[in-house]
């Protein structure tokens, strides 16, 4: 079985750019996460989808980050305009529903903003 | 969620047991407890999850207090790939609610 797929793997962007991180998750796996994974620190969540509907948004920061998933299988994370605290590991984890407490991580975008 | 209290870092030997605490006081009954690991440059990765009772899988064992307020991750056989960082999250079992990650515990495998 294949795990999650993220793309690209690093990422070095200037300040005030844009950036996309794509992710295609686990086959039938209907519940999608970003997390953002600031060095030293655990993963937090950013956005969680129930097949292409937003269920948690609450830490995102809507003035500059937005995702989409909108078949309800791959997601596109987007920053614009990137700051420098955004220099991060972007990941994606899928489970196979809301209730599920098992979730499935990719390898997470590796960004840094200078 | 309950918040869960680890100790920063932990040394082990190759081989040994590897016993990683977890507090977690202020848990609810319907919330389980949730182990993870991350190993360098990797997303965290699944190990394993109980309510009260103890549960082995072929990963670890969760030893986890009749009061529910701490838990143990047992890996029996550590081995120098089990080196990574290991997080305790308690949950509420079929809820929407996220996995919140604390800090968790730096396991060093040593030879």
């Known amino acids: 079985e294949a795990g999650v797929a993220q793309s690209p793997r690093y990422k070095i962007i200037e300040k005030r750019q844009s950036v996309a991180f794509w992710c295609n998750p686990i086959?039938?796996?209907?519940?999608l996460y970003w997390y953002q994974q600031i060095l030293g620190q655990g993963p937090k969540l950013l956005i969680q989808f129930q097949n292409n509907g937003v269920v948690d948004d609450s830490q995102l920061p809507k003035d500059r980050f937005s995702a989409e998933r909108l078949k309800g299988v791959d997601s596109t994370l987007k920053i614009q305009p990137a700051k420098l605290e955004d220099s991060a590991v972007y990941l994606c984890?899928?489970?196979?529903?809301?209730?599920?407490?098992?979730?499935?991580f990719g390898p997470g975008t590796r960004l840094l903003v200078l | 969620d309950a918040k869960t209290t680890q100790p920063p870092s932990m040394d082990c030997a190759e081989g040994r047991a590897a016993n990683l605490p977890c507090n977690h006081s202020?848990?609810?009954?319907?919330?389980?407890v949730y182990w993870y690991r991350q190993i360098h440059s990797q997303g965290p990765q699944y190990i394993i999850h109980?309510?009260?009772n103890n549960e082995t899988n072929e990963m670890a064992s969760l030893i986890i207090t009749e009061d529910r307020k701490s838990s143990t991750l047992i890996l029996p056989h550590a081995t120098l790939r089990d080196t990574a960082v290991y997080y305790c999250?308690?949950?509420?079992?079929?809820?929407?609610?996220?996995?919140?990650f604390g800090g968790g515990t730096r396991l060093m495998v040593k030879p």
């Open positions: 999250i308690v949950r509420v079992y079929n809820a929407g609610n996220m996995l919140t």
């Open positions: 984890a899928s489970s196979l529903g809301l209730g599920s407490g098992t979730q499935y």
């Open positions: 109980g309510l009260k």
């Open positions: 202020t848990i609810s009954g319907n919330e389980y």
């Open positions: 086959s039938g796996h209907a519940t």
